[in-house]
């Protein structure tokens, strides 16, 4: 089960995430008060372990410059928020993570049929109109089934230590990606992601029991 914290901004946050078992940590480089640049970002990534997925989230950019982040700070996948085409995703240099945004009846902004086979896996996240993402609402989890068919999906939007169990069991996601659910005042929380991490982690150890 992949665990993404995303919206890392310092190196303590990123160890806390780390130590505790996350595998994956996001980095925003899109325009959001968690935004973070790339010599800082360097910086953090270079002090964690190398088996962490380093994602970078970027909104519409241009392309030569998402290369040139990726490369610069060592990133392992794209995570793309906007409305970024298949071609888009061809032309980047490391594997990709496109969000699929879905709206309170269920409908998809965008459309994750034309990326089967061409990005990594799906990030499935709440819609707000004029919003990218980290919203901290969420959608009817059990929609992600309708992503699923197309690829691997990790689970996003609305997220928290509180919910994340019973979320787990209705979506069966890949893995889970989270932010402002593991934030106090906008900064993010040790106690949060510690607690967040050991309910993903009860769940999937429940899940191997059972098989």
Not at 37 to 55: M, N, Q, S, T
Not at 132 to 147: A, E, H, R
């Amino acid at each position: 089960m992949l665990v993404k914290i995303c919206g890392i901004n310092d190196l303590k946050s990123a160890l806390v995430a780390v130590e505790n078992g996350a595998n994956a940590l996001g980095f925003v480089f899109a325009p959001s008060f968690r935004q973070i640049i790339p010599e800082k970002a360097k910086k953090i990534i270079d002090d964690i372990p190398k088996g962490v997925l380093r994602v970078g989230v970027f909104v519409d950019a241009p392309i030569s410059l998402v290369n040139e982040i990726a490369e610069y700070c060592s990133l392992s996948v794209l995570q793309l928020h906007g409305s970024e085409s298949v071609d888009y995703c061809r032309q980047l240099e490391k594997p990709v993570l496109k969000a699929i945004r879905i709206g309170e009846k269920g409908n998809f902004y965008l459309t994750p049929e034309p990326y089967k086979g061409i990005v990594w896996a799906f990030l499935a996240d709440t819609y707000q109109p004029r919003k990218s993402g980290g919203t901290g609402l969420s959608f009817p989890w059990k929609k992600v089934d309708n992503i699923r068919r197309y690829g691997q999906v990790i689970l996003a939007g609305g997220l928290n230590p509180y919910n994340v169990y019973q979320a787990l069991n209705i979506a069966r996601p890949d893995g889970v990606d989270i932010s402002s659910g593991v934030e106090t005042n906008g900064q993010k929380d040790p106690e949060k992601i510690i607690k967040f991490i050991k309910e993903v982690r009860r769940w999937e150890n429940e899940q191997n029991i059972t098989r």
